[in-house]
Each structure stands twice: as structure tokens, then as C-alpha cells.
């Protein structure tokens, strides 16, 4: 299988540097791509267009599409673009896009009715978050990266990453997303849950899995097991494509509203 990994924000291709030779080393390709704005390409400017083209243009069919974090829903993006070259699609701890909506509003509508266990793990997040000068971006400084996506990582690799991250634009953050043709090609489709999770709790995933209309699989690691649990990620992986939905996809956002009648219970 030849799988193609969308990284999420702030992140670039490096952050599969780990994984890419335990897929090969189970037997598989893997193909990882900078997003403009990101990696290598840090110079470029960063747009949902530009992101969803990016993912396309490494799109050769067949393919096994991962997105983690914020990569999930350009993945998506990029699978409504070209269903037919995709061949299984796979969400790591991102979100699934609510039709016509953008994704400061899914994290938003996800954050409704928490745990207090929960709440402060998503507190963990959003108390390191900085703004750029001009308020077009937001990071994370060091220690900001460490506790939010690093904690469970040798600190000698939290700190090669974290001098790797850039400032994630916020223009494709709170650009409105359509992906009708995603919603109607009805692809092969699988979610994987990180357990240790500070920037993207396990309770909203499970509820992304739920509009997915999968079980979701889980890994027991911060949210970056590339780094923390390459291997067992790897095999994660290639077993997720062999999974199948139980339900329909839901493009609405049923999230706020199951969080709701979870509180009033």
C-alpha cells in the first residue's frame, strides 16, 4: 500500500520522520508532503486552496490518505477534490470538517460540555498559545510545544521538533469548508484516537468517529505518536485500512448537540 501523510499546524513533512521507514519496513510506501507555509515550503503562503492542492498533487490512486491534527480535514478537502485517487482515508486526532463550517468553529462547538478532566487538558493547549504581532498567526513556544503535543517524547526529540514548528496562519483556520463530493463518495474510512492526548482530547475524537460512522482505534500516546510510538502507530495504521464504517458519514454538527444532552443527563 503507498500512504500519503498530511501533516497538522504548525508541522511539516519532518514530523514523519519516524514513521516513513516503519511503514517501509512493514512493506508499504509512504509518501509525506510540506503544506505551503510549512516545512520547507515555510515561505509560501498558507491557504486551504493551497493545502488541498498540495495534497492532491501526490495523489497518484490507490492511495491510503492520513491526516493528523489539522491535516485531517485538508485531507478530507483533498479527498473531496479526487475520491477516485483515494483509496482508504484515515483521521489521526484531527477533525472531520462540519459542511459550511470552518475549523475555529468545529473547535469551538467540540469544547462544549467537557469533563473537568478534559477542560483542563484543553486549558493544557490554549494557555500556550501565542499570537503573532500582527494576529495572522498563532505557535507555541518550547515549553508551549512540549506540554501540548511532546509530553511522552524523549526531550531531546520534543526539542528538535520544537524548533521545527512555525506560526500557523489563522486564514485557513477560519475559512468556511464545503466538501460535497466527500460526502457522497462514501470512502473507506477509519479514526484513530490518541489516549494521552492535551491538544485534541480523546472525547472529541471519539465524536469525530461517531460522524464518521466508525469504531474508532486508539493508540495510548500523546498527540504525536510519530515521535513517541513510531512503530506501534505504523501497524496502527495498516490495520485501520482493513477496518469498516458502521454507520453513515454525518456532514452536520451533531457534536455540540451530544455534548449537550450528555450535561442535561
Known amino acids: 500500500m503507498r500512504f500519503v501523510l498530511v501533516h497538522g499546524a504548525s508541522h511539516g513533512a519532518w514530523c514523519w520522520d519516524l514513521l516513513v521507514p516503519e511503514l517501509n519496513q512493514l512493506g508499504h510506501e509512504a509518501v509525506a508532503l510540506d503544506l505551503p507555509g510549512h516545512g520547507m515550503r515555510a515561505t509560501e503562503t498558507a491557504t486551504l486552496r493551497g493545502y488541498r492542492d498540495a495534497v492532491v498533487e501526490q495523489l497518484a490512486g490507490d492511495d491510503v490518505l492520513v491526516g493528523h491534527s489539522m491535516g485531517s480535514a485538508v485531507a478530507a478537502l483533498a479527498a473531496d477534490a479526487r475520491p477516485d485517487l483515494v483509496r482508504h482515508i484515515t483521521l489521526l486526532s484531527g477533525p472531520l470538517p462540519v459542511e459550511g463550517q470552518c475549523l475555529s468553529y468545529q473547535s469551538t462547538s467540540a469544547s462544549v460540555g467537557g469533563s473537568a478532566s478534559d477542560d483542563a487538558l484543553e ?23 512540549y506540554a501540548t503535543f511532546f509530553h511522552d517524547c524523549d526531550e531531546k526529540l520534543g526539542d528538535w521538533a520544537a ?16 466538501i460535497p463530493r466527500f460526502w457522497a463518495a462514501d470512502l473507506p474510512r477509519s ?15 471519539r465524536l469525530q468517529a461517531r460522524r464518521m460512522g466508525v469504531e474508532p482505534l486508539a493508540i495510548d500516546s500523546s498527540h504525536s505518536p510519530f515521535f513517541s510510538q513510531p512503530a506501534e502507530l505504523a501497524r496502527l495504521l495498516v490495520r485501520a485500512v482493513d477496518t469498516t464504517p458502521v454507520g453513515p458519514l454525518t456532514p452536520g454538527d451533531t457534536m455540540a448537540a451530544a455534548d449537550a444532552s450528555r450535561v442535561s443527563t
Open 191 to 205: 479514526y484513530i484516537l490518541t489516549l494521552q492526548d492535551r491538544a485534541w482530547p480523546p472525547r472529541i475524537g
Open 123 to 145: 486549558s493544557v493547549s490554549e494557555d500556550n498559545v501565542r499570537f503573532t504581532d500582527d494576529g495572522s498567526a498563532f505557535y507555541w513556544d518550547r515549553d508551549g510545544a
Open 163 to 178: 524548533e521545527r514548528l512555525v506560526p500557523q496562519a489563522l486564514a485557513p483556520v477560519v475559512q468556511p469548508i464545503s
